[in-house]
């Protein structure tokens, strides 16, 4: 078993995605599998991640593929479905991470048995730091979507069937939330690990109403999840937050500036 899986969506990443590589495989961790999931873009970003992979021979590559382009919620699900490690994390094939992210965050995480553990972030130029608390209940009050930013353990994801909902706005805060309400336990790195490259051309840089109504389905999501699982009433102050923060006024906000 893979200590960590690396989980990346492919889209029309060609300029970009040969740096997020070549920081994936300067990972000091040993015993990671990289999983490359092909959302049938329009460009040669497979074709060079393969070339790139078959230079690279130490690292466990998998390849999968959606029927059809489906969005990055959906195929970071397919690449859950045939991940085999111990936690598993998603980057994007147009940002990178620091060598010692997969290190850091592992050890941190065995260290305090923690479900999930997270870093901080460079956003941009600028470093943005997640919460400074173990505390769930104040995680999720304070909580912002950089879901790059953690690890979660595999078997946690599995038992709770905790997967990226089937829409194409905020799918990633709602997964960062499902996890958190379900774990045992959290972990932090103090430190900023993970690149997160802004493009203005870039999906989650658009607004409008199309991402409006996914954004708010997203949370309904969330809502119902809770709900099936037993959890809402032990966090419904933060979850209804959540949904009025990140869903109601994000969606106004998509509205409003389109």
Not at 27 to 47: A, C, F, K, P, R
Not at 198 to 203: M, Q
Request: aromatic share 12%; glycine share 4%.
């Amino acid at each position: 078993m893979a200590r960590i899986s690396i989980i990346i969506p492919v889209y029309n990443a060609e300029k970009y995605i040969l740096t997020c590589l070549r920081s994936i495989a300067a990972q000091t961790l040993d015993s990671i599998e990289v999983i490359l999931v092909d959302d049938h873009g329009g460009d040669n970003s497979m074709d060079i991640a393969r070339q790139f992979a078959s230079k690279h021979p130490s690292i466990a590559w998998k390849y999968t593929k959606t029927q059809v382009n489906s969005g990055p919620g959906a195929a970071r699900n397919n690449g859950l479905s045939v991940a085999n490690g111990e936690y598993v994390c998603f980057v994007d094939a147009d940002d990178w991470i620091e060598q010692d992210f997969c290190e850091q965050l592992y050890r941190t995480a065995s260290d305090h048995g923690a479900d999930i553990a997270c870093c901080d972030i460079y956003f941009g130029d600028q470093i943005r730091r997640n919460p400074s608390t173990s505390d769930k209940r104040l995680f999720l009050r304070r909580c912002t979507a950089y879901f790059q930013t953690f690890i979660y353990r595999r078997d946690m994801l599995v038992s709770n069937k905790i997967v990226f909902p089937g829409t194409h706005s905020a799918e990633d805060t709602c997964f960062l939330a499902c996890s958190l309400i379900c774990s045992k336990k959290m972990a932090s790195v103090h430190l900023p690990l993970y690149h997160y490259v802004i493009y203005p051309s870039s999906v989650s840089q658009k607004a409008d109403r199309f991402r409006a109504s996914h954004r708010l389905a997203s949370f309904r999501y969330l809502i119902d999840f809770a709900k099936q699982r037993g959890l809402y009433e032990e966090y419904r102050f933060e979850l209804t937050w959540i949904l009025f923060k990140k869903g109601w006024l994000m969606a106004a906000k998509d509205i409003l500036f389109q």
